[in-house]
């Protein structure tokens, strides 16, 4: 029959096997556990310009920064009406309803102008007619056809969508595009966005940074987001 001697150091045994199963089993869900969180973290947190930049490395944060305007990408209600700007000397009426304005051979960064249209309650406006014209990559108008002049209807969700090039700089002008946005039986609104963080908009006296785009990147290309509030 065992004795109390030969029982004690097989029962310290016991425990200390025990807690070490116990103390492996713990520290590896732990592990798992914080591995996923992290992970799940990141792509809930993490805005995809950010991703997109790190994964690069060459971009820099004022290129992805978003616009600090809160009619760039967002509406909260009441909403102020989008700023009114100048037409410019440069509008031409007759612009081809078109949601892809690059053609083939064109030069200079592509850009995803999307979007919202909304009235001051943040409610969408549906069939909206948004029209932009803008310069090309070097600055010019096309003043005697439609390049990179055209326009398109918002969904039901007063969601819209063109495919175009980042405009050019001109003497006294930043980069901006022009657009007229039109809800259905309403007053036409006219006015322009800019690029946040471009060197030119300091000198620029029509820039205003409240219709800054909010920029994301897309590999080699951009996203430009602007939600267009309309007054009644």
């Known amino acids: 029959m065992p004795t109390s001697r030969t029982r004690l150091p097989?029962?310290?045994l016991g425990i200390a096997l025990l807690a070490a199963a116990c103390g492996s089993s713990t520290i590896s869900g732990g592990a798992q556990g914080a591995a996923t969180q992290g992970s799940t973290a990141g792509a809930s947190s993490v805005?995809?310009?950010?991703?997109?930049?790190?994964?690069?490395?060459?971009?820099?944060?004022?290129?992805?920064?978003?616009?600090?305007?809160?009619?760039?990408?967002?509406?909260?209600?009441?909403?102020?009406?989008?700023l009114a700007e100048t037409e410019g000397p440069?509008?031409?009426?007759?612009?081809?309803?078109?949601?892809?304005?690059?053609?083939?051979g064109m030069t200079g960064t592509q850009l995803t102008l999307t979007g919202s249209v909304v009235d001051t309650s943040c409610a969408p406006l549906a069939n909206a007619r948004v029209e932009i014209w803008q310069a090309d990559a070097a600055g010019q108008y096309d003043n005697a056809g439609y390049t990179l002049r055209g326009w398109v209807t918002t969904d039901a969700a007063g969601k819209?969508?063109?495919?175009?090039?980042?405009?050019?700089?001109?003497?006294?002008?930043?980069?901006h595009i022009h657009v007229k946005v039109t809800p259905a039986g309403g007053s036409t609104l006219t006015t322009q966005v800019y690029f946040p963080g471009t060197a030119a908009n300091d000198s620029d006296g029509i820039y205003d940074p409240s219709l800054d785009l909010a920029i994301t990147h897309d590999g080699d290309a951009l996203i430009g987001t602007y939600t267009f509030v309309i007054g009644a």
Request: charged share 10%.
């Open 47 to 82: 805005p995809t310009a950010t991703v997109a930049a790190s994964a690069s490395g060459a971009q820099s944060s004022a290129a992805v920064s978003v616009s600090t305007s809160p009619s760039s990408s967002a509406c909260t209600s009441p909403a102020t009406a989008t």
């Open 90 to 104: 440069y509008y031409k009426s007759g612009a081809p309803e078109s949601a892809d304005l690059v053609t083939a």
């Open 10 to 12: 097989a029962l310290a």
């Open 160 to 175: 819209f969508t063109i495919h175009t090039v980042v405009p050019g700089e001109y003497p006294g002008r930043t980069e």
